[in-house]
T-cell receptor, first 113, second 117 residues
Framework: GENVEQHPSTLSVQEGDSAVIKCTYSDSASNYFPWYKQELGKRPQLIIDIRSNVGEKKDQRIAVTLNKTAKHFSLHITETQPEDSAVYFCAASFYNQGGKLIFGQGTELSVKP | DTGVSQDPRHKITKRGQNVTFRCDPISEHNRLYWYRQTLGQGPEFLTY????????KSRLLSDRFSAERPKGSFSTLEIQRTEQGDSAMYLC???????????????FGPGTRLTVL
């Protein structure tokens, strides 16, 4: 079945450094890859997404890259700030499967001042 | 508030009791999804609706779970004869369908945290 693997499970960086989180997916038909940020006790919030017809997308300090051949995608956060501390989830989806999201296991990012 | 809402936010129940949760999606979003999230894990897909039709149920969803969306607006998720293993956060999300094989963004509700004693 569909599977998404996410690494690392925890990541600690100094404020101002960059953070990279990587995901791989199993279903080559997947065509939509969102990233969600979830703070403790809060709902998942979409921070960026990418579709399979695009290799890279950037939004201010956040970027996502997609390698369809290798079936992996990555989240890059530059100039990290303490408020970036949260759990980040990647997900994969395929329209013909109703758009259901298959999530990775999550990465707990800690940004130290 | 135009976001996805869920009720109740917290539910404590005893093993064997039935519970029902409600989700109100964003207006005009005709796709509605239910996910379950346990501590330290990503959300797991349970089921989804397009309008009032339930189009897919996860193999994870036992017969004790049932979901409805009778008028294509709000949805309910019922768990019968709750077990301690049902303790989790139950998340609802909604989205618009898009044509051309494109998946639209799913917006999540705040979740219902279920504790089964």
């Amino acid at each position: 079945g569909e599977n998404v693997e996410q690494h690392p499970s925890t990541l600690s960086v100094q404020e101002g450094d960059s953070a990279v989180i990587k995901c791989t997916y199993s279903d080559s038909a997947s065509n939509y890859f969102p990233w969600y940020k979830q703070e403790l006790g809060k709902r998942p919030q979409l921070i960026i997404d990418i579709r399979s017809n695009v290799g890279e997308k950037k939004d201010q300090r956040i970027a996502v890259t997609l390698n369809k051949t290798a079936k992996h995608f990555s989240l890059h956060i530059t100039e990290t700030q303490p408020e970036d501390s949260a759990v980040y989830f990647c997900a994969a989806s395929f329209y013909n499967q109703g758009g259901k999201l298959i999530f990775g296991q999550g990465t707990e990012l800690s940004v130290k001042p | 508030d135009t976001g996805v809402s869920q009720d109740p936010r917290h539910k404590i129940t005893k093993r064997g009791q039935n519970v029902t949760f409600r989700c109100d999606p964003i207006s005009e979003h005709n796709r509605l999804y239910w996910y379950r999230q346990t501590l330290g894990q990503g959300p797991e897909f349970l089921t989804y609706f397009q309008n009032e039709a339930q189009l897919e149920k996860s193999r994870l969803l036992s017969d004790r779970f049932s979901a409805e969306r009778p008028k294509g607006s709000f949805s309910t998720l019922e768990i019968q004869r709750t077990e301690q293993g049902d303790s989790a956060m139950y998340l609802c999300a909604s989205s618009r369908p898009r044509t051309g094989g494109v998946t639209d963004t799913q917006y999540f509700g705040p979740g219902t945290r279920l504790t089964v004693l």
